[in-house]
């Protein structure tokens, strides 16, 4: 499947020789994602619409040289990696909003559109876009769709398959496809809109996109609530969803996470803490006081140790910039990083947090957890050096252990990473034969010469 | 296909004699559904659990007779007919309502239970299960999930996708299927769950589901405003949303519509009004006062001539009997009706509205508008004597230009009925023929020997 020098030179007629290259220097900065992995494709294109899109896709049918499309490369489970070399489709010159829709709340827009740059442009007629993974900056909303990306206000709002109306694709045979509608109601034909999103770019290229927005809340109002156990937050968590309080976030760090987060910024977080909770509210500005207030109240009565409520954008920003900028600051620890994204419901935190720290007992790993946990999202990381038999092997056993544990309470392996080349062999653990069977039968109809981004969901 | 009496006697085998039949009198019962249309199956039988509608699907996989899902057979568009012949698997027993979680927001499920009862049920909890079809009282959940079902709340809720995090199946091979998760996050795969439904039980017949609550509003006020022009009417819903108001529902009905209700039940509705629009608005006491006087404010901008503000739960129940009294009410004017149920961008209600009064002077038609505003969805209906042959074709004739027109301000023409038997004529109309190719492919993957509901969705 080696992309011929014939098909390169068609690819280059198809797209411009300018947005079309198969030079080193031009493929290693395309051969990477957020995984620290890399595999260098054999050629990358820059396509400018929809018809390119579909062109490449005929021919590579033709030809036979895969192709995997990709955004920013943002992507946390290897989804946009060409692991088995092929053409990368960078998607960068869609990226335009088409339309903001205000009286239908709706938008049309291309797939290489930053989110942020999407947030800020609906925001500015008052409305609303939820989906917010913690990307946002960079990812572009066609990775969104083609991960189902999530983010913290999923709790509240859902995530990106719940603001999709209707797409524009284009099949692995070249073939373009609308699906769905512009409207919440619609019910002709079966679900190609969602079947589509988070496929990961293995059933079609997503070229349109027709996003469901809301009104943009009056007011927003965020709060931190500091904890001595890391159960007790947990426990918190539940306990204010049980009691019908609904925030838009409600984020948890652990001890690492915090002292992490505090070494980058310096903003006075509390390194002793075991656990913080960072809860944010949306809706009128009378109904957001109330609620910080009844929110403030549960935390307290569940055993909260300090309690802080940002009254200004600023502090409220703080917070947020601690919670981002955890991550990136995991590097301190070890030299690498296996970052899992582990769904529980909500009620089973608590014996997730405690299965974390046996493992942690047992491996003697530095584990970090922090995430969604208002929506039973964890994201466990454990910091090593791969190079480390022994580090890595303990690390693959408490993955393990901890993905059956996540599965036992009723979980999901990838809340919204997907699965891409870091979850395949896993994927078994979740889904049965039956239902893998299914899903490898829609790929053959989708694609029937398997061109569009291989190795990715299947075990191989 | 027809069913062999070893195969009725295998049948008896699985689910006990008393549980399956061939009488006429009892076949009968399960013949018709709300289209009003009348098909004999061979056979009817009431399945009690998962592994008997494995056991009855292999055997029919095996012999080759169909199997048709049904729940209430309250579907108007076919969707529970035996078309073709076939075994008629009423799914009554599957009756349970086998957990409500209260900290997870979640209620697992059986498909028998009818929707009104599950509403109660959760709303005991202090929870909430938003989709809301008019058949509340006798659909099951089930069937609405096959049909996607939506009703009034979708405005502000969603449709039963937006509710449904997983499902149990049963495929037509006899293998039982699980499908997405218990959780709000999960991109373990395709999404089997959404290609189920809205499948109107072609792919797979649904034995479980798991269900997404919300805590239960505070409290929900109800309005109308009346309008002496319908255009008024529709203008006024657009301009609701362009002011960020999201209403739980905003419903509209034309004058036959208000006639018809008011004929039923004198309760004093304005027999003189062009339009009524039913406003229900819900959220914390103070907030759904301050919306109400919001919506006062804009309906009378707007030039509505009598705005009533229901005071007690009395008053708002008896606008909901108005509302639901309607369809029944139609065939006052005529023994037919032909019901249909077009979606526009909610912005484009005006437009629709002038073509549906042009197509009424044109034919003469008795047509009734009435419906979900506030999503665009309008149900229309043509009142006819369909011995009439003159009428039925001039019926035909503007439901024909009707559907052009709706796909031509973008919308859909079946927003919560289905396709089913009754617009599967129409299907190419919306779905291209690459598309509708992709789904039948899907099907073939699902139902290899195609013996899952027969002659629904598909162009014959």
């Not at 290259?21 to 620290?36: F, I, P, Q």
């Not at 760090?253 to 070494?263: K, V």
């Not at 009128?284 to 140790?305: F, H, N, P, W, Y």
């Not at 599965?407 to 870091?422: D, R």
């Amino acid at each position: 499947m080696a992309l011929t020098d014939s098909a390169f030179r068609k690819l280059q007629k198809i797209v411009g020789k300018s947005s079309c290259s198969r030079k080193k220097e031009d493929l290693v900065c395309y051969a990477y994602d957020a995984t620290a992995q890399s595999y260098l494709p054999d050629a990358v294109c820059f396509p400018g619409n929809t018809k390119e899109v579909s062109t490449i896709l005929s021919l590579a049918n033709q030809e036979g040289f895969f192709v995997i499309p990709r955004g920013s490369g943002s992507g946390m489970t290897g989804g946009s990696l060409a692991v088995s070399g092929g053409v990368i489709l960078v998607m960068a010159r869609f990226s335009r909003i088409l339309e903001i829709d205000k009286g239908n709340l709706i938008a049309h827009v291309e797939p290489g559109v930053v989110t942020g740059r999407f947030h800020r442009a609906v925001e500015k007629e008052g409305l609303f876009y939820p989906p917010d993974p913690a990307s946002s900056e960079f990812a572009t909303l066609g990775g969104n769709m083609a991960e189902c990306a999530g983010g913290p206000r999923a709790v509240k709002y859902g995530v990106t398959r719940d603001y999709v109306l209707g797409l524009e694709a284009v099949l692995a045979t070249g073939e373009i496809i609308h699906t769905g509608v512009q409207t919440t109601k619609g019910v002709v034909g079966y679900d190609l809109t969602r079947l589509l999103i988070g496929s990961e770019g293995t059933l079609g290229i997503i070229t349109q996109m027709t996003l469901r927005l809301l009104p943009l809340p009056e007011a927003v109002r965020a709060m931190t609530a500091v904890f001595d156990k890391l159960e007790t937050a947990a426990e918190t968590v539940s306990e204010v969803i049980r009691r019908g309080i609904i925030p838009r976030t409600i984020e948890f760090m652990d001890n690492a996470s915090i002292r992490c987060a505090e070494s980058r910024l310096k903003i006075g977080l509390p390194v002793e803490a075991e656990a913080l909770l960072l809860i944010e509210v949306d809706g009128k500005v009378d109904e957001t006081d109330v609620i910080i207030k009844q929110l403030r109240t549960v935390c307290m009565s569940m055993g909260a140790k300090n309690i802080k409520i940002a009254d200004t954008k600023e502090e409220a920003d703080n917070l947020w910039k601690a919670r981002k900028a955890i991550s990136p600051a995991l590097y301190q620890f070890a030299p690498d990083k296996i970052n899992e994204d582990i769904v529980v419901p909500r009620s089973k935190i608590p014996d997730m947090v405690r299965k974390i720290n046996s493992l942690k007992e047992e491996t003697g790993l530095i584990m970090v957890s922090f995430g969604h946990a208002g929506d039973g999202n964890i994201h466990f990381n454990i910091m090593l050096d791969k190079k480390n038999k022994t580090e890595l092997k303990k690390a693959e056993y408490a993955i393990d252990i901890l993905f059956d544990y996540t599965l036992e309470l009723g979980g999901t392996i990838s809340g919204e990473h997907g699965v891409g080349i870091t979850k395949s062999a896993y994927i078994e653990k979740e889904i049965g034969s039956v239902e893998l069977n299914l899903m490898k039968k829609i790929k053959k109809v989708f694609d029937p010469k398997g061109i569009l981004n291989p190795g990715k969901i299947f075990p191989s």
